[in-house]
């Protein structure tokens, strides 16, 4: 089975400062690795996905994140936050494209001028 | 706007009762997904149907059941409900397995 480990619960940054969201995955097979943000009282947005090919994956929003194979990471960042960016930030794995997502226990990013 | 609509946004019952979350996916999607995000239990996928059939289950109790009908909206029933049922239900819509999905804003249900 797959697992997803997201070490952060919560993440105090300034604004315009760079930032750093960590997620560490579990599986015995190939996967599928996502990023997903939940504005307060929103349902989830899809920021990014890897899925083969280059393990520099860009999003929406400034965002980006690299897939670590042997080290089994796919860290999200942002060179430089804004206010607007505070929400939960969530990273997810599948191994069946996108059937099942199984899901970190969220990140929030809280930014402060 | 994701283009995924869930009703009621909020749902207060009692112990023991039933309710029916309903979901409209976006203009042409085929497959439907649910899931339950509980403060403790975090996200977690419940079931998937594609085209009206079921094609894959997560965690999802026995008490819980859903379907999707010929117009491709979907239904998640859950009965004899308990305090922990209490939580936020997603529902998110993709064109087909192994597509983005798209979620909706959820309905949140408390249960007292």
């Known amino acids: 089975a797959q697992s997803v480990t997201q070490l952060d619960s919560q993440v105090p940054v300034f604004e315009e400062a760079p930032v750093e969201l960590r997620c560490n995955y579990s599986?015995?097979?190939?996967?599928?690795l996502f990023w997903y943000v939940q504005y307060p009282n929103q349902g989830l947005q899809l920021l990014l996905k890897?899925?083969?090919?280059?393990?520099l994956v860009k999003g929406i929003n400034g965002f980006e994140a690299e897939f670590n194979k042997s080290q089994t990471s796919f860290h999200l960042r942002k060179p430089s936050v804004h206010i607007s960016d505070t929400a939960e930030y969530f990273c997810?794995?599948?191994?069946?494209?996108?059937?099942?997502?199984?899901f970190g226990t969220g990140t929030r990013l809280l930014v402060s001028p | 706007d994701s283009g995924v609509t869930q009703t009621p946004k909020h749902l207060i019952t009692a112990t023991g009762q039933r309710v029916t979350l309903r979901c409209s996916p976006r203009?042409?999607?085929?497959?439907v997904y649910w899931y339950q995000q509980s403060l403790d239990q975090g996200l977690q996928f419940l079931i998937q149907?594609?085209?009206?059939?079921?094609?894959a289950k997560g965690n999802i109790l026995e008490r819980f059941s859903a379907q999707q009908f010929p117009d491709l909206h979907s239904e998640l029933n859950l009965s004899s409900l308990e305090l922990g049922d209490s939580a936020l239900y997603f529902c998110?819509?993709?064109?087909?397995?192994?597509?983005?999905?798209?979620f909706g804003p959820g309905t949140r249900l408390l249960v007292l």
């Open positions: 998110a819509s993709s064109v087909a397995t192994g597509e983005t999905q798209y």
């Open positions: 599986s015995s097979v190939s996967v599928y």
């Open positions: 890897y899925l083969s090919g280059s393990t």
């Open positions: 997810a794995v599948s191994v069946t494209g996108f059937q099942k997502l199984v």
């Open positions: 203009s042409g999607d085929l497959s």
């Open positions: 149907y594609y085209n009206g059939e079921e094609r």
